[in-house]
């Protein structure tokens, strides 16, 4: 007597399982598909942060080498010149002081102003200032004497005296400086009144005038690729109006 062939356990189990992946593994590929994503993700933001952070410190150290070498070369020159490296601006002490209610500085004033200018010019033409340096801000302040209006008309008044004193030719007699520095101080010293705000420990202190430094940032428009400024065509020699 023959026994029958009993059909294999394993080929009805075959048959039994499912076409389409489980549920669970499906959540667990899934898983590790926004893993994968974050993880590229969060490499990408790190690299562009690290990069950031070593271009700003870059930028850092050239003004820092820009400012610090302006500063050596001033107290060389005028000791009356004091470059403040932490603010960007350039003090005067009791030479860049006003009288009151007058925009005109004393013969001391004038001279350092004289003095550390072509230094300035200098250091825009450095490898430094060449990358970052923007304008120079001339800034005259005044006292909290008197109205608002009234200090500020005085206020743009000092900056525009110091502006003449450096472009009209009758004000800068023996100055020194050459046509193309004056074409350079046209481009870079803008003239602004800020009246008494920063007031200083005196009233006497607190008339005077600064020049502030300032620089290009990072995503701002470098010195090497920004576009011409206007050109000024002069008929006839600069002539303040003071």
Not at 36 to 53: D, H, P, Q, W, Y
Request: proline share 4%; with cysteine; hydrophobic share 40%.
């Amino acid at each position: 007597m023959f026994n029958m062939p009993q059909p294999r356990a394993r080929q009805r189990d075959e048959g039994e399982k499912p076409f389409w992946i489980s549920y669970a593994d499906l959540m667990t590929a899934l898983m590790i598909l926004f893993l994968v994503v974050m993880v590229g993700s969060l490499l990408m933001v790190t690299k562009r942060i690290a990069e950031e952070t070593g271009a700003e410190k870059a930028r850092a150290a050239d003004i820092e080498v820009l400012c610090h070498r302006l500063a050596l070369q001033a107290s060389k020159v005028n000791l009356a010149i004091k470059v403040d490296c932490q603010e960007n601006r350039i003090h005067f002490g009791e030479a860049g002081r006003f009288g009151h209610n007058d925009y005109r500085l004393p013969a001391g004033g004038s001279k350092a102003l004289l003095d550390v200018v072509p230094l300035v010019l200098e250091a825009a033409d450095s490898p430094e200032g060449k990358k970052w340096f923007k304008q120079v801000v001339i800034e005259g302040f005044t006292d909290t004497d008197g109205a608002y209006l009234y200090n500020l008309h005085l206020s743009l008044q000092r900056s525009e005296w110091v502006m003449c004193s450096l472009l009209d030719p009758q004000r800068s007699k023996g100055s020194g400086l050459s046509v193309e520095q004056r074409k350079q101080i046209r481009e870079l010293f803008l003239a602004g009144g800020v009246s008494f705000n920063n007031a200083k420990e005196s009233k006497e202190a607190s008339r005077r005038v600064e020049l502030r430094l300032q620089f290009f940032g990072l995503k701002d428009q470098s010195a090497t690729n920004r576009p011409a400024l206007p050109q000024f065509h002069l008929s006839s020699p600069e002539t303040c109006q003071l």
